[in-house]
């Protein structure tokens, strides 16, 4: 599992380290070591500076408006919609590509790395650390989704051509309804899960994986929470839709399927998997 940083923490999670290290080769399935992998990052990431949690936070979130431009400027100079469509889906691929090789905090990467270790030892105490994450990642992300969207409406940095073609993807995003955003958040959430569970097994390569899942979900009009606050935020922020459009039908069925997707749907799937592989249950 690799060496561990010398940190105060609480007894209760220094046990919970140790006993991942001592048994790591000790595990019945490739499945079994993945799960502890992520498992161990996510005690990790649960005992972290709350300051340094938001400021990594608000640079995935800035970071994440790098996909944005990048596929409207792609969509941009290519004429052919359909070409156009399959094209720009790379550029969709660039923020979480900086964010996850970065190492920043996004909130969709942690609805399953953090509840692992719950689903493996619950507690109040992990309960109320995961719900301290998830707030302040989520706001962190949002807040420089919005920093981001805001330095494109006041600030020179593109041409009129791509200013003019910036709200299209707001738009296409708004033409869902609440069910279809929920839905598409779902798969979008599993996907975001399914990189998190892929990553410790990609080495070199995690560039690529990182691009592959995020094009499927570009591929697939997915809803992300934060990507998609990068688009309807401009809307709002441009007086295109009403504030109130982007909590609903956007926001609220986009974070409830998210959630439900990397947490429920993979995160228990999978742990369910492993606590059954492991001799009496010990997960």
Known sequence: MGARMKTQLPKEVEEQLEAIEKD???????????????????????????YALLLSALAAGFAMGAGFIAKSVIAMHIEDPNLSFLLSGFGYTLG???????????????????????????????LYRIMRLWVIVLCGNLLGVVAFTLSLIYLPDFSVDVRAHLPALGHHIMENSPYQMLVKGVFAGWLMAALVWMLPNLGDNKIWGIIFITYIIALGEFTHIIAGSSEVLYLVFTGHEHWSHYFYPFAIPTLIGNIFGGTILFGLICHGEIRSDMPNNRF
């Not at 979480?96 to 109040?124: D, G």
């Open 24 to 50: 790591g080769e000790l595990l019945p399935s490739e499945a079994a070591v993945l799960h502890e992998t992520v498992r161990y990052e996510g005690i990790r990431v649960l005992e972290r500076d709350g």
């Open 96 to 126: 979480y590509v900086i964010i996850i090789l970065s190492n920043q905090m996004l909130f969709t990467e942690n609805t399953l790395t953090a509840v692992l270790p719950f689903m493996s030892h619950p507690s109040k105490r992990t």
